[in-house]
Structures are given as C-alpha cells and as structure tokens.
Nanobody, 126 residues
Framework: QVQLAESGGGLVQPGGSLRLSCAASGFSLDWYTIGWFRRLPGKERNFVAAISRSGKTEYSDSVKNRFAISRDNDKKMVYLQMNDLKPEDTAVYSC????????????????????WGQGTQVTVSS
C-alpha cells in the first residue's frame, strides 16, 4: 500500500527554521518525483517545491532561496528545509509522489501527482 507521511511541522517564530520530512512506504522512490504543496487558511493548495528522480529541483517564487528540498531514496525520505519563515508561510504542508519515466522533470502541477500525504501544520507567529 502506497503511503506518504509528513512530520516536522509546528509553531515557529518569524525568521525561524523548520525541517519537514516525508516518509514513503509501500513503494520505491526511485521512479517517483516528489513535491511539496501547501494549503493556506481558506485558500486552495499551492505548489511549494519539487525534486525530480535525478535530483533537479524547482521552487515557487515565494519560497525560492529560503526553502530547500532534498531526497534520500535509500531511506525513502524527502525533506523540506524551511528557513527565514514568514507569517505568510503558515499553512498545511503536504508531500506528494508522481510516478514518471522522465528523470529530470520535477513537475509542479497538483494534477500530475498520484499519491498524497495527510499534511502537517506549520504556523509562523510571534
């Protein structure tokens, strides 16, 4: 059974950092692109970052140079390091997996992703 489980969310002050983790089970990460998306309060879900099978990354403009996505296929883990957090980063963050034969395309569209985790809450507030 394919499952994704996020962890690492919480409450952090503006300017602080958090590292989110996404644990995959029931499948090998080798053939999957992994993305992070977030849903702000009362808003639709938006793209945050993605990492291709070959390690190429893509970020939304709002998090570029502050967030970093990485993967460890052997551990079946994907991480989102979030630095210089702002109140507008407050959201539920979800990871998603997309099976693809294209090793270099991270993807960024929600509809491209096949499997989703439940999400973890990140709150940035003083």
């Amino acid at each position: 059974q394919v499952q994704l489980a996020e962890s690492g969310g919480g409450l952090v002050q503006p300017g602080g950092s958090l590292r989110l983790s996404c644990a995959a089970s029931g499948f090998s990460l080798d053939w999957y692109t992994i993305g992070w998306f977030r849903r702000l309060p009362g808003k639709e879900r938006n793209f945050v970052a993605a990492i291709s099978r070959s390690g190429k990354t893509e970020y939304s403009d709002s998090v570029k140079n502050r967030f970093a996505i990485s993967r460890d296929n052997d551990k079946k883990m994907v991480y989102l390091q979030m630095n210089d957090l702002k109140p507008e980063d407050t959201a539920v963050y979800s990871c998603a997996a997309r099976f693809t034969t294209n090793a270099d395309n991270p993807g960024r569209h929600e509809s491209e992703f096949d499997y989703w985790g439940q999400g973890t809450q990140v709150t940035v507030s003083s």
